[in-house]
């Protein structure tokens, strides 16, 4: 005879799948990110310190990596004090050798990896197409895209030999899709986000889920006048690193998003609704 399942028991069937036994049990009592292990770069400062701190703050143990050495580990201080299981590699991701050196730290000091999020990317200032340095492209393709790639390549790997449904999240921006001022950058986040979606169907037949997100303006040390950058955004405001950083733990946790896959969810306030590009100059 065959058996009808009840909605409310096929829920239940799913959670117990994700190892909860309702929503309620998941929601009060479990952190979102219990049990999984990320590595998260450019994690000393803005968006990615607070993406490191959601996680940690879920549940995750944390390697926090960077370039710069003050900042790293003064963010993974702050989360060892707290509590949380979390540490610092200093590198450079222009270097081809630091995605291995970072993917094996994390595994030697955990055990495993089950998530990757990548903040990392250079500091940039306006600049022009025709007369942009040969070496600023460069880096800027190195950090964000070329590093990604490595860390991607070694997490999935090793996700599949361990049969973890393992997670991944590339930080993009609005630039992938608007040229504005910043070449270079553009270029970079847009292969970024090229980049997430071959993951996505690469990796996504053995469970892997790969995402973005696009910040619009979020609140940084590098900005020159917050008030008029506010202006454009249609709330009015900048966002806060945590704002993304909520987003972020959204995005990893299956209990909220075990079925998005290969896709950018932006993150900006409204800013995008509005025309907010320069026309040409000179
Ligand atoms: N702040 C925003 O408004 C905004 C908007 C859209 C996208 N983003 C993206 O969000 C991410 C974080 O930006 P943010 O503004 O919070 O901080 P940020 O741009 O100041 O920080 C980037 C981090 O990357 C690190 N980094 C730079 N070069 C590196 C290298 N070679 N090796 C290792 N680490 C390196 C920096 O030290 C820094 O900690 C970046 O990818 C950025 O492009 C930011």
């Known amino acids: ?25 998941a929601t009060l009592e479990t952190p979102l990110l219990k049990g999984d292990t990320a590595i998260v770069t450019g994690a000393g400062v803005g968006i990615g310190r607070a993406i490191a701190e959601a996680l940690a703050r879920e549940g995750a143990k944390v390697l926090l990596t960077d370039i710069n050495e003050a900042a ?5 201080e702050t989360l060892r004090k707290e509590g949380h299981d979390a540490i610092c590699l200093v590198a450079d ?13 994390a595994l030697k000091k955990f055990g495993q990896v089950s998530i990757f999020v990548h903040c990392a990317s250079p500091y940039h200032q306006e600049e022009s197409v025709s007369t942009l340095a040969e070496d600023a492209w460069t880096q800027m393709f190195d950090v964000n895209v070329k590093s990604a790639l490595r860390i991607a390549n070694l997490c999935a790997t090793h996700m599949k030999e361990r049969g973890i449904k393992g997670r991944m999240l590339l930080v993009t921006s609005l630039h992938a899709e608007t040229p ?11 292969g970024l986000t090229a980049l997430m979606r071959e993951l996505a169907k690469a990796y996504g037949p053995h469970g892997i889920r790969v995402n973005a997100i696009a910040p619009g303006i979020v609140s940084a040390n ?3 006048s917050a008030d008029a950058l506010a202006n454009s955004v249609a ?26 896959n290969g896709t950018t969810v932006v993150v900006d306030g409204g800013l995008s609704l509005h025309n907010w590009i320069p026309g040409p100059r000179g």
């Open 93 to 105: 991701l222009a270097d081809a050798s630091a995605s291995a050196r970072i993917f094996d730290a």
């Open 1 to 25: 005879m065959t058996h009808i399942r009840s909605a409310p028991q096929k829920a239940q069937r799913a959670f117990g799948e994700c190892g909860y036994q309702s929503w309620e049990q």
């Open 180 to 190: 504005r001022g910043v070449p270079h950058y553009s270029v970079a986040k847009a």
């Open 235 to 260: 709330m009015r405001r900048l966002g806060r690193p945590e704002e993304v950083a909520g987003t972020a733990v959204a995005l990893l946790a299956d209990r909220f998003s075990g079925y998005i």
């Open 72 to 76: 790293c580990s003064t963010a993974a």
């Open 222 to 224: 590098w900005f020159p």
